[in-house]
């Protein structure tokens, strides 16, 4: 075989064959990609579109909570999920960190109010028992207000009331909370109507201020002078009428509460307002007790103790509480080292003479001086008197005396002064004084000397009569003893012939058949005479001419 080194010439490779089949299904892997991309942009903006609020809230401890399982509900309704907790800067607090529902974005106002839901007992009831197996969670209450607010501070007690509950609150005013918390409940004519929602101190510190709940339709009764009084306890009255127990109910002994009334002259009053302030009264009586228009302020001055009499005490008249004390102190006379004590008193005239209505104050007063004026003038003075045995308590009573001097009031005087007299306790304590006086001027040696005698003449006397009776005893008494022999004998004697009377008399005696034969024939000429005598009447005649038969 030759070979050749001579090159292949005008040789040309073939024409390549493009597969149009493959580079279409290599086309087809892309848009797997690109349409997962595309729902995954969708889902994340669906997500970023659909994704609610984040918010804080601050708890004074992390009890009950866990970051993604404690949930926030809204009428039992979740609306949120805890994200997560972490402790304040300053370690006071704990802060909550958790996502709300975009449709729940409305609920973020600035009042709006958090707290933690666990098992709860209080003094009225028992609350959160669901949450034994559920696990807690974080309730919530929708403010009203317009302004927006996504960091919050949570409330460490379930409020008492919710701000869509229908009612009105109103503003108590009092010296003393008592035992009253939130959550005590408030009465209207013995049905709970409504409850105690906080209370707090004013900034001085001198007055409680409670905030109350009334639901509707009751907070229509609350009027601008209804009056609102401590209904905690028993009420316990002792009066004429005997014992009376008075409580609103066994809610209001355990945790206390607030009762209020309307007086019935005030029925005309307008609707008080939401937020309106009251005065919370101690005791009911004080509550209702009709307010008097007129206060005049006089002093009394005593020249003896006035231990017992405080602050407060009543002044009465006849029975009447016209006024009470309002101040008590001790005065030295610079004349003399007399010890003066100073009593004021606040006096209430329409209490004794009401005064008709349109009159103007300046005529109340004029005439309230002449009532004075005259009273005094007829005896009237005031006294000190003892309103307790067993506690010494003293009240001042307005009273008239006929044998007292003479006294007028001067009206002049910064505060008039009101005539007084001796009480009643110092009287008895002077009488006494005097008799111990008595007592002590009386020759007591003497008579005990005289007593002393008189005994030794009484034991003379004795011994003497001893004497006397044993000689009676020895002498007088056997013939005594022969004299009853003698009428014992006599008394005998007499016996046996009254004995012999009654046999005489008896109905089987001689006597008494001789007795009664006697009467037998009287009988039976008592009935010949009756027949005779009709005979002569029937036949008159007769005595002149005799019985026919006879002349036959």
């Known amino acids: ?107 973020l106002k600035s009042d709006t109010r958090f707290w933690v839901v666990r098992a709860r007992i209080t003094g009225g009831s028992i609350s959160g028992l669901g949450t034994l197996t559920a696990g807690s969670y974080i309730g919530m209450d929708v403010g009203t207000s317009k302004e927006e607010s996504s960091s919050f501070r949570g409330l460490e007690t379930p409020p008492a009331v919710t701000m869509d509950m229908p009612g009105s609150q109103f503003i108590l005013h009092s010296d003393d909370v008592g035992s009253l918390s939130a959550g005590s409940p408030l009465f209207y004519r013995h049905l709970q109507v409504g409850e105690v929602v906080s209370s707090d101190l004013d900034k001085e ?80 009586d004080v509550a209702l007790k009709q307010p008097d228009s007129i206060v005049e302020n006089y002093r009394l001055v005593f020249r003896e103790s006035v231990r017992g009499l405080a602050v407060g005490a009543p002044v009465e008249m006849k029975g009447l509480t016209v006024g009470e004390v309002t101040k008590i102190k001790a005065e030295l006379s610079r004349d003399s080292n007399n010890l003066a004590m100073l009593v004021n008193i606040r006096f209430y005239p329409e209490r004794i003479k009401p005064h008709k209505s349109g009159t103007s104050d300046q005529s109340k007063s004029a005439e309230s001086r ?12 005031a006294q000190l008197k003892s309103g307790s045995l067993l506690t010494g308590q003293m009240y001042v009573a307005l009273d008239f005396f006929n044998d007292v001097p003479s006294a007028k009031i001067n009206w002049n005087a910064n505060l008039p002064e009101l005539p007084t007299t001796v009480g009643m306790m110092a009287q008895f304590q002077g009488s006494l004084m005097k008799i111990v006086a008595k007592l002590e001027k009386m020759p007591l040696e003497q008579l005990a000397g005289d007593a002393q005698t008189t005994i030794k003449s009484l034991d003379t006397t004795l011994k003497s009569a001893d004497k006397l009776l044993k000689n009676i005893d020895k002498n007088i008494v056997p013939e005594a003893r022969l004299l009853m022999e003698d009428t014992r004998k006599t008394l005998d004697g007499a016996n046996k ?9 008896s109905s089987e005696g001689s006597l008494q058949v001789d007795l009664r034969e006697t009467l037998r024939e009287l009988g039976k000429a008592a009935q010949s005479l009756r027949l005779l005598g009709d005979y002569l009447e029937r036949n008159p005649e007769a005595l002149i001419r005799g019985k026919q038969e006879d002349r036959r």
């Open 1 to 107: 075989m030759k070979q050749t080194d001579e090159p292949t010439k005008n040789i040309e490779p073939p024409d390549a064959i493009i597969d149009r089949r493959r580079r279409r299904s290599s086309q087809l892997i892309w848009i797997i990609p690109i349409i997962a991309f595309i729902i995954g942009i969708s889902l994340a903006v669906r997500v970023y579109l659909e994704k609610g609020p984040v918010i804080t809230i601050s708890f004074s401890s992390g009890e009950g909570i866990e970051a993604g399982k404690t949930k926030i509900k809204y009428k039992d309704v979740q609306i949120g999920l805890v994200r997560s907790i972490t402790i304040a800067k300053d370690r006071s607090r704990v802060i909550v960190t958790a996502d709300i529902a975009r449709d729940a974005e409305e609920f």
């Open 370 to 381: 002449r009532m004075l004026d005259s009273m005094v003038k007829n005896g009237l003075r």
């Open 497 to 505: 012939a009254l004995n012999e009377v009654k046999q005489t008399i």
């Open 205 to 284: 510190g001198d007055t409680v201020i409670l905030h109350v709940f009334i639901r509707s339709p009751y907070d229509a009764f609350v009027r601008n002078n209804t009056r609102f009084w401590h209904a905690s306890g028993i009420d316990l009255k002792l009066d004429a009428n005997g014992v009376k127990i008075n409580t609103e109910s066994m809610i209001s002994i355990l945790m206390g509460g607030v009762a209020f009334d309307t007086p019935i002259d005030a029925d005309e009053m307008p609707q008080a307002e939401k937020n309106h302030h009251f005065t919370l009264f101690s005791t009911k």
